[in-house]
């Protein structure tokens, strides 16, 4: 079984640039989750989807940051303008759905405000 | 006001003995607690899980305690291995399909 792809691994843009993150959960999992992690701390979650559903957004920076998972799949994490207070890593992690506690995640985005 | 606390940021131990990683909680309502493990430049990995109605899981070498009255858990790896060095993250969640709230982290350096 596959894991949580992310894409790209890397990215190092300059300050008020777009940016955007990708990700393929695992196949049959309705649970998708975005989380950033910053240097020496854990990750804290910016949004979660339930299928297509935005079921928990309130950590999301809406004023910059956006996100989608059309046909409750795939899904994309944007940012736009970056800041250099941005530069972090972004995470994926997927979830079975009812009676299953644990999240897969992905390899993340490492990404450099410069 | 962070939820999850792991309070020791890195704990060293030599190969064969026990590490005990420890975390503390202050939401009563949750209703699992899970451990994760990081490698540097990869995703966290899932190792082990409790739920809020047991006080001990075991799987092979790695065992969770779970203390409810003190909101205290503890992950022991016994013997330990070099290649159990890494970050082990503590998460906890609300209901079976909450949001994952983790801490902050403990770095685990276990030496030949």
């Known amino acids: 079984e596959a894991g949580v792809v992310q894409s790209p691994r890397y990215k190092i843009i300059e300050k008020k640039q777009p940016v955007a993150f990708w990700c393929n959960p695992i196949?049959?999992?309705?649970?998708l989750y975005w989380y950033l992690q910053n240097l020496g701390q854990g990750p804290e979650l910016l949004i979660r989807?339930?299928?297509?559903?935005?079921?928990?957004d309130s950590q999301l920076p809406k004023d910059r940051f956006s996100a989608e998972r059309l046909k409750g799949v795939d899904s994309t994490l944007k940012i736009q303008p970056a800041e250099l207070g941005d530069s972090a890593v972004y995470l994926c992690?997927?979830?079975?759905?009812?009676?299953?506690?644990?999240?897969?995640f992905g390899q993340g985005t490492r990404l450099t405000v410069v | 006001d962070q939820q999850v606390k792991q309070n020791s940021p890195s704990l060293s131990v030599q190969e064969g003995r026990i590490s005990i990683l420890n975390c503390d909680y202050t939401?009563?309502?949750?209703?699992?607690f899970l451990w994760y493990k990081k490698y540097p430049a990869e995703g966290p990995t899932f190792l082990i899980s409790?739920?809020?109605?047991?006080d001990k899981n075991e799987d092979g070498r790695f065992t969770v305690f779970l203390n409810k009255s003190a909101k205290h858990l503890s992950l022991h790896i016994v013997p330990s291995q070099p290649g159990d060095s890494a970050v082990y993250f503590c998460?906890?969640?609300?209901?079976?399909?909450?949001?994952?709230?983790f801490g902050k982290g403990t770095k685990l350096s276990v030496k030949p």
């Open positions: 992690a997927s979830r079975k759905g009812q009676g299953s506690t644990e999240a897969f």
């Open positions: 196949s049959g999992h309705n649970t």
């Open positions: 989807y339930e299928n297509e559903e935005a079921v928990d």
């Open positions: 939401n009563s309502m949750f209703d699992y």
């Open positions: 409790i739920s809020s109605i047991k």
């Open positions: 998460a906890a969640v609300r209901g079976s399909q909450g949001n994952l709230i």
